[in-house]
């Protein structure tokens, strides 16, 4: 099985910090993803990485930057925290580019923004 | 653009009861379609797929079939235990076969 690993269940950090979210995966996926997931609007695309060193935005990059130096890992950065990013995150892994295989997800980030 | 359309939760259930969560979308192509679960505390599994129309994907006992011509992947099971309350979401895969695109989630509570 995939296993997709989010490096903290629950982080709470302060206004205007810069938080590090971390993802691994251990199946040598090719493609990777960050969503975040409030009540009410599902899952919303943040970035994507379709290769090493390689990234695309998604719906809502705002705010938000990533880094994949490594295959396996995927890293989320928030440059300047604030409230409005409180949410959960949820990181993704897709073995290629193909619209027919699923996503696998890791358990996810709960992130508190004080 | 693409869009998912799943029914209002949160739906409460009796044990044993027959399930329906319907599920509608809209894509410009051929999308792939997806069912996901998201028991609490964890994050999302496939619960099942289908890649065209008239397919239908099954697993646990769940079922859906991809409708082209009502846009429609609805999710049934014949009958639910407690264990599968969770949320349930409703996504496709079109044109950006990068994205996914997700329904908002339908919470389900089973009642013993």
């Known amino acids: 099985d995939v296993k997709v690993t989010q490096s903290s269940r629950y982080l709470v950090k302060r206004t205007g910090e810069k938080v590090f979210l971390e993802c691994v995966q251990d199946m040598d996926h090719e493609n990777m993803f960050w969503y975040r997931q409030d009540p009410g609007l599902g899952l919303r695309l943040i970035y994507f990485s379709y290769d090493v060193k390689m990234k695309e935005k998604g719906d809502i990059p705002e705010g938000y930057s990533v880094s994949r130096e490594k295959k396996e890992r995927f890293s989320l950065i928030l440059e300047s925290a604030s409230t409005n990013q409180t949410s959960m995150y949820l990181c993704a892994s897709r073995q290629g580019p193909w619209g027919n295989q699923p996503q696998h997800f890791g358990d996810g980030t709960r992130l508190s923004i004080l | 653009g693409d869009s998912v359309t799943q029914m209002e939760g949160p739906v409460t259930l009796s044990e044993e009861a027959f399930l329906t969560i319907n599920c509608t979308y809209t894509?410009?192509?051929?999308?792939?379609l997806f069912w996901y679960v998201q028991y609490p505390g964890e994050g999302l599994q496939l619960l099942l797929k289908?890649?065209?129309?008239?397919d239908k994907g099954s697993n646990k006992g769940f079922e859906a079939t991809y409708r082209k011509e009502t846009t429609s992947f609805h999710l049934e099971k014949g009958s639910v235990q407690v264990s599968d309350s969770a949320v349930y979401f409703c996504?496709?895969?079109?044109?950006?076969?990068?994205?996914?695109?997700f329904g908002t989630g339908t919470r389900l509570t089973i009642i013993p």
């Open positions: 894509a410009t192509g051929y999308p792939s």
């Open positions: 996504a496709l895969s079109d044109a950006s076969p990068e994205k996914l695109t």
């Open positions: 289908a890649t065209k129309a008239d």
